[in-house]
C-alpha cells in the first residue's frame, strides 16, 4: 500500500481493496453490489473516502461503515508509513529472500500496470543474488489483464516448465529479462539484466520563462545562465489531479489509456 521507503501512501489501492476485502465480501450480497460499486463502477462510498480529510478516518467513515472502531492494522499503516519504523520489525514478510539459503529455478511475470510490479522487480535483483536461474517477464499488463495476458502467460510457463522438469533441448530458453518495451518503439526486447546495461540516466526539470511561463528541460538539456531560480506550485488535497489509467485497483480505469483529454 506504499511506496518503498517513500512514505507515499497508493490511497486508491489501499481503499478500493478494504472496501471490497473487509466490507463487500463480508456481507451475503456483497458481491453483486460490488459488481456495480467496484468492478464496473465507483460507488458513492469510494467517491466519499477519496475526498475526506484526514484519510485515516475513511474505515469507519465510509469504506466498513458496519465498523464500531477503527481497523487497527488500517491505522497502522498511516502511523508508520516509511515501513523503517520499530512498528515494522517484528512483522513477517511473505518471503524473506535475505533469509533463503537455496533458491531454486525462478520465473516472475508481472505487468507494467500493475501496482506488484515494483516490489516483483526488487524481489528478482534479490533473487538474482541467490541464484544463476531467475527470469523475469513484464508485458503490457494491468492488475486487471486477465484474459489478455494469458498467451504470453502460458507459453513462458510451459517453456520454462519443459526446460526445467522435462529437460527439452529443444525448447527455447527464456531470457533472462524479457519486457514489453514502452513508447515509440513497442514491442519485446530481450536483456541479460535488469535495469538494463544500455540504459542512461538523464534528469528532467522546469525552469520558469521570462514571462512566467514554464517549460520542461529533457534529457541532457543545459538550464541556460541567468535563469536559474526555484521554480513551485500550490497543490490543494481538495483538488487533486485526475488519474487516467496506470498501475490501479480500478478495473475500469487501469493499464493503457490515451491522456489527451486531460492534458
Same mark, same amino acid.
Given at each position: 500500500?506504499?511506496?518503498?521507503?517513500?512514505?507515499?501512501?497508493?490511497?486508491?489501492?489501499?481503499?478500493?481493496?478494504?472496501?471490497?476485502?473487509?466490507?463487500?465480501?463480508?456481507?451475503?450480497?456483497?458481491?453483486?453490489?460490488?459488481?456495480?460499486?467496484?468492478?464496473?463502477?465507483?460507488?458513492?462510498?469510494?467517491?466519499?473516502?477519496?475526498?475526506?480529510?484526514?484519510?485515516?478516518?475513511?474505515?469507519?467513515?465510509?469504506?466498513?461503515?458496519?465498523?464500531?472502531?477503527?481497523?487497527?492494522?488500517?491505522?497502522?499503516?498511516?502511523?508508520?508509513?516509511?515501513?523503517?519504523?520499530?512498528?515494522?520489525?517484528?512483522?513477517?514478510?511473505?518471503?524473506?529472500?535475505?533469509?533463503?539459503?537455496?533458491?531454486?529455478?525462478?520465473? #516472475? @511475470?508481472?505487468?507494467?500496470? *500493475? /501496482? =506488484?510490479? +515494483?516490489?516483483? $522487480?526488487? &524481489?528478482?535483483?534479490?533473487?538474482?543474488?541467490?541464484?544463476?536461474?531467475?527470469?523475469?517477464?513484464?508485458?503490457?499488463?494491468?492488475?486487471?489483464?486477465?484474459?489478455?495476458?494469458?498467451?504470453? #502467460? @502460458?507459453?513462458?510457463?510451459? *517453456? /520454462? =516448465?519443459? +526446460?526445467?522438469? $522435462?529437460? &527439452?533441448?529443444?525448447?527455447?530458453?527464456?531470457?533472462?529479462?524479457?519486457?514489453?518495451?514502452?513508447?515509440?518503439?513497442?514491442?519485446?526486447?530481450?536483456?541479460?539484466?535488469?535495469?538494463?546495461?544500455?540504459?542512461?540516466?538523464?534528469?528532467?526539470?522546469?525552469?520558469?520563462?521570462?514571462?512566467?511561463?514554464?517549460?520542461?528541460?529533457?534529457?541532457?538539456?543545459?538550464?541556460?545562465?541567468?535563469?536559474?531560480?526555484?521554480?513551485?506550485?500550490?497543490?490543494?488535497?481538495?483538488?487533486?489531479?485526475?488519474?487516467?489509467?496506470?498501475?490501479?485497483?480500478?478495473?475500469?480505469?487501469?493499464?493503457?489509456?490515451?491522456?489527451?483529454?486531460?492534458?
Amino acid at each position: 500500500f506504499y511506496g518503498r521507503q517513500s512514505g507515499a501512501a497508493h490511497v486508491e489501492l489501499l481503499f478500493r481493496w478494504t472496501y471490497l476485502v473487509i466490507h463487500l465480501m463480508s456481507k451475503p450480497l456483497g458481491m453483486v453490489q460490488a459488481i456495480f460499486t467496484f468492478f464496473c463502477g465507483t460507488g458513492q462510498a469510494l467517491k466519499n473516502a477519496y475526498m475526506h480529510s484526514p484519510l485515516n478516518e475513511a474505515d469507519t467513515k465510509f469504506l466498513v461503515p458496519t465498523l464500531s472502531q477503527p481497523l487497527e492494522w488500517f491505522q497502522s499503516l498511516f502511523d508508520n508509513s516509511l515501513g523503517t519504523e520499530v512498528f515494522w520489525t517484528d512483522k513477517k514478510k511473505c518471503v524473506d529472500i535475505s533469509r533463503l539459503d537455496r533458491v531454486p529455478s525462478v520465473l #516472475l @511475470f508481472c505487468g507494467w500496470y *500493475d /501496482f =506488484f510490479c +515494483s516490489e516483483q $522487480l526488487h &524481489d528478482y535483483k534479490d533473487l538474482c543474488k541467490k541464484s544463476k536461474d531467475c527470469r523475469i517477464v513484464i508485458g503490457p499488463y494491468s492488475h486487471w489483464s486477465v484474459l489478455s495476458m494469458q498467451p504470453k #502467460l @502460458f507459453r513462458s510457463l510451459f *517453456d /520454462f =516448465f519443459d +526446460s526445467h522438469l $522435462l529437460k &527439452d533441448s529443444f525448447v527455447k530458453t527464456i531470457a533472462p529479462v524479457q519486457v514489453y518495451s514502452m513508447g515509440h518503439a513497442m514491442g519485446w526486447r530481450e536483456m541479460d539484466s535488469w535495469p538494463p546495461s544500455d540504459i542512461t540516466a538523464a534528469k528532467y526539470g522546469l525552469e520558469e520563462e521570462e514571462d512566467g511561463s514554464l517549460v520542461l528541460l529533457g534529457g541532457f538539456q543545459k538550464r541556460r545562465e541567468g535563469l536559474e531560480k526555484k521554480v513551485s506550485y500550490s497543490y490543494d488535497p481538495a483538488y487533486p489531479t485526475p488519474n487516467i489509467g496506470g498501475a490501479t485497483f480500478n478495473p475500469t480505469n487501469c493499464g493503457r489509456h490515451i491522456q489527451n483529454q486531460m492534458e
